[in-house]
């Protein structure tokens, strides 16, 4: 079964971090389209963060200098470390690898 799976999302606190998780199964990333997404109540889901050919780096303004995406080639797993978190953060983040997407992990930012 083809799969990507969140996992690390939760409570934080402003100015906390969390670091999030995605393990692909039964595929593999698509190396030239791969990253993160989130979706706040009420709002369109948005990119954040993602990988694009050649190991080109985007990031929206609203995370650049608090979120670094990472990924682990053997493991098969992509990561979002999300630093600085604020409540405009809160939201269901999802991870994708073009066409496929996770099922998202809830983050909430709040004292």
């Known amino acids: 079964q083809v799969q990507l799976v969140e996992s690390g999302g939760g409570l934080a606190q402003p100015g906390g971090s969390l670091r999030l998780s995605c393990a692909a199964s039964g595929m593999l990333f698509n190396f030239n389209n791969m990253g993160w997404g989130r979706q706040a109540p009420g709002k369109e889901r948005e990119l954040i963060a993602r990988?694009?050919?050649?190991?080109?780096?985007d990031y929206r303004d609203s995370v650049k200098g608090r979120f670094v995406i990472s990924r682990d080639v053997g493991k098969n797993i992509m990561y979002l470390q999300m630093d600085n978190l604020q409540p405009e953060d809160t939201a269901v983040y999802y991870c994708?690898?073009?066409?496929?997407w996770g099922q998202g992990t809830q983050v909430t930012v709040s004292a």
């Open positions: 994708y690898s073009d066409p496929a």
């Open positions: 990988f694009k050919k050649y190991g080109i780096i």
